[in-house]
C-alpha cells in the first residue's frame, strides 16, 4: 500500500531554469510534508517541510506548495542548479497518531532530477 | 559529515548469517530512527526508539531486532539472512519524539547476502 507516491522517476532541467518536483498521498491523516534530497553514498538530507495547515512555505531557492484537497504536493527549485541534481524523496507524517505511527516517516520512491548546465 | 555515524559502511555476507549493524545518534538527539531502502524501493520505515524505548514499529521482520543502549547508540540485528535482505540501511535521529520536523540521516551501511 503505496500511501505516497512520486510517479515521475526522472526529471531533466536546463541550469537557471524551475525544477517542480510532484508528490501525491493517499492517507488523509498526514498533517505533515517533507522533502528530502540525496546524493549518492549519501544519506538523505532534510530540505524543507510543511504543515497541512499551510499551502505554501518557502526557503530560499525551495518552495513547498501543499494542495490538501487533491491530496498533492510540490517541490519548486527556482532557479535550478547542476549542484541540484540528485534524487528527491517527499515524505508526509502523522503528528497526532500516537501509538506506532508517531515518529514514522512515510517517503516516496523518489525523483532523479538532473539539471545540465 | 551529519553528525550520525554508522558502522560499518558495507557489509557482504552469505545467506543465513547474522550481523550487527550500528549506528551512533548526533550528540543530544534521543530518537534513533532505522529505514531500510532496496534496490528501486522508497525508504522503508523499520523501528524507532525514543531514549531507550522502543517507540514505534514498522514493516520489520521477525528475523530482525534492534536495540538502543544507555549511551544512547542502537544496534539493528538481522539474523537467518536471506538475499533479499540485501539493501541500504539507514539510520537517523533527531532531539524529538515526533517526525514533523524531520531527522538526520547517516550514510548507511550497504548489505550484500551472497
Known amino acids: 500500500d503505496q500511501q505516497v507516491k512520486q510517479n515521475s522517476p526522472s526529471l531533466s532541467v536546463q541550469e537557471g531554469r524551475i525544477s517542480i518536483l510532484n508528490c501525491d498521498y493517499t492517507?488523509?491523516?498526514?498533517?505533515?510534508f517533507l522533502w528530502y534530497k540525496k546524493y549518492p553514498a549519501e544519506g538523505p538530507t532534510f530540505l524543507i517541510s510543511?504543515?497541512?495547515?499551510?499551502d505554501k512555505n518557502e526557503d530560499g531557492r525551495f518552495t513547498v506548495f501543499l494542495n490538501k484537497s487533491a491530496k498533492h504536493l510540490s517541490l519548486h527549485i527556482v532557479p535550478s542548479q547542476p549542484g541540484d541534481s540528485a534524487v528527491y524523496f517527499c515524505?508526509?507524517?502523522?503528528?497526532?497518531?500516537?501509538?506506532?505511527?508517531?515518529?514514522?516517516?512515510?517517503f516516496g520512491q523518489g525523483t532523479i532530477l538532473t539539471v545540465h548546465p | 559529515d551529519s553528525g550520525v555515524t554508522q558502522t560499518p559502511k558495507h557489509l557482504i555476507t552469505a545467506t543465513g548469517q547474522r550481523v550487527t549493524l550500528r549506528c551512533s545518534p548526533r550528540?543530544?538527539?534521543?530518537?534513533v530512527y532505522w529505514y531500510q531502502q532496496s534496490l528501486d524501493q522508497g525508504l522503508q520505515f523499520l523501528i524507532h526508539?525514543?531514549?531507550?524505548?522502543?517507540?514505534a514499529k514498522g514493516n520489520i521482520l521477525e528475523r530482525f531486532s534492534a536495540q538502543q543502549f544507555p549511551d544512547l547508540h542502537s544496534e539493528l540485528n538481522l539474523s537467518s539472512l536471506e538475499l533479499g535482505d540485501s539493501a541500504l540501511y539507514f539510520c537517523?535521529?533527531?532531539?524529538?519524539?515526533?517526525?514533523?520536523?524531520?531527522?538526520?540521516f547517516g550514510s548507511g551501511t550497504r548489505l550484500t547476502v551472497v
Open positions: 537517523a535521529s533527531s532531539p524529538r519524539l515526533a517526525a514533523n520536523y524531520g531527522y538526520t
Open positions: 492517507n488523509s491523516m498526514f498533517d505533515y
Open positions: 526508539y525514543y531514549n531507550g524505548e522502543e517507540r
Open positions: 515524505a508526509a507524517s502523522v503528528s497526532n497518531a500516537g501509538g506506532t505511527s508517531y515518529g514514522k516517516l512515510t
Open positions: 550528540s543530544g538527539d534521543l530518537s
Open positions: 510543511i504543515s497541512s495547515i499551510k
